[in-house]
Structure formats: C-alpha cells, structure tokens
C-alpha cells in the first residue's frame, strides 16, 4: 500500500473507533445512525482484514518451501543419475549430457532448467530393465515423480502469490474508496444532525476526518532518485559567476 493511501487507512481507522466508542450516544437523536455506523464498520473491517492478508512475508515463506523442495528433489535427481550411470545407459552411443552432472551443479540450476533435466532423466530411467535389480522400485519411481510435481508447484508459488496480492492491492483500492464514499454521503451528513447540540463531539470528529496533505508525504523512490542525482550534478558542475552551473 502507497503512503499516502496508509494515512488515509489511519484516518479510518481513527473515524471507526470514534464511532464504535460513541455509537449509542450519536443514534439517541437519530436511529438510522446506528444502523449507518454498523455498516461502516463493516466496511472498514472488510479493508483491514484484506489489507493484514496482503502481505510480502507470505511470498518469501513460499520461497522458503521452494528451497526445501529442491534440496529433496536434488537427492531423487542423484538417484536417477546414479541408476544411469550404473547401467550404462547410451542413446546413440552416448551417455545423457545430463548423467555427468554433479549434485553441487544441481543444487545450483535454475528452477526451469532443473524441471527440463528431470524430465530427461526419468524417461531415461523409465526405459531401464528391471530397475529393482538395481535398487529402485516402482514405488521409487512414483516418489520421484511426486517431488517432481511438489517442486514446479512451488515454483510457480510465488508467482501465484504476487499476482495474488496484486488483485488484493486493487481490491483494497476499492474498499478504501468504497469507505471512504460511504463516510462522505452517509456518516458526514448525519454527524451535522446528530452533534447540532455538541460541538465538542462534532471536532472531535471532524479532526479525526483529516488526512495529512500528499505533500508532506514520503516523496517516491523517483523522486528521490530525482533530487539526488541533481544534487550531485550540483556538487560536480564547475561554479560560474553566478555559482554552479546546472545541466540543462
């Protein structure tokens, strides 16, 4: 969520508690109120548990699993190396380009070019007689193939979650401003009706209402990248007459 659209939830999240602090107070005069205020702390509810759910931690857990996942499907890997190796196994009279690796450059593949290598191997090895023979059992083989799908599934993980969280950020864009609507055409009017006689209560809900000025925001990553570079175009420009001379 941006900086300015934080100071924005703040607010809300100041108006939410006034009004669930002072709900009965406010519906005395006007009932409908009450009703008004339930629904904008549904509203505001609904933001917040999508905003806690979006979360950046999420996808590095993910890719916390990914690195465990290869680990074990780096060891079954050796196995099929290891099983082709022993049988000697040749197309055309030559051994896989694939049987010479080591678990250390395994270990270090890419995620895609890993899941290609496996492939390659467990055809191979599909193809052997009488794999028991050798150590490896039918059910090796399906535990082989149960790692390989466990892998690409979370190596598509973290994708799946950042596309994820980019729905959630333009879903929390809507409830911000859905709340925010709500606040202006429902909850604004009545607090006119129903504060007329207490002005100490109305303040206090107008204040909670502001939202600092974007200007006095945290600046964006470009500009800040702006200003320092002109800055440092500053510092390195020869002075003139008039002082430093900035590129045009």
Excluded: W
């Amino acid at each position: 969520m941006r900086f300015y659209d934080k100071k924005k939830v703040a607010m809300l999240d100041g108006v939410s508690y006034f009004l669930g602090k002072n709900k009965d107070k406010l519906a005395e005069k006007a009932p409908a109120f009450k009703d008004l205020i339930d629904e904008f702390i549904k509203k505001h509810k609904a933001l917040k548990e999508l905003d806690s759910a979006t979360s950046q931690q999420k996808v590095k857990a993910e890719t916390g699993g990914k690195s465990i996942a290869k680990r074990e499907f780096v060891r079954e890997m050796a196995k099929l190396i290891a099983l082709l190796t022993t049988v000697k196994y040749k197309v055309n009279k030559k051994p896989l380009p694939e049987m010479g690796y080591s678990k250390n450059k395994l270990e270090k593949m890419a995620a895609d070019k890993l899941l290609q290598t496996f492939d390659k191997l467990f055809k191979a090895a599909r193809k052997v007689k009488n794999p028991r023979y050798y150590g490896v059992t039918e059910e090796n083989m399906r535990d082989m193939a149960a790692y390989y799908k466990e892998f690409k599934d979370k190596k598509s993980a973290p994708k799946k979650k950042k596309k994820q969280m980019k729905d959630n950020r333009s879903e929390i864009q809507k409830k911000l401003k859905d709340c925010q609507v709500f606040l202006k055409d429902n909850i604004d009017p009545m607090m006119v009706i129903v504060a007329e006689h207490n002005q100490r209560l109305y303040d206090e809900y107008k204040a909670g209402r502001k939202v600092f000025p974007r200007k006095f925001g945290r600046p964006s990553e470009a500009d800040i990248g702006y200003r320092k570079s002109r800055k440092q175009k500053v510092r390195m420009s020869p002075p003139g007459p008039e002082g430093p001379v900035l590129d045009s």
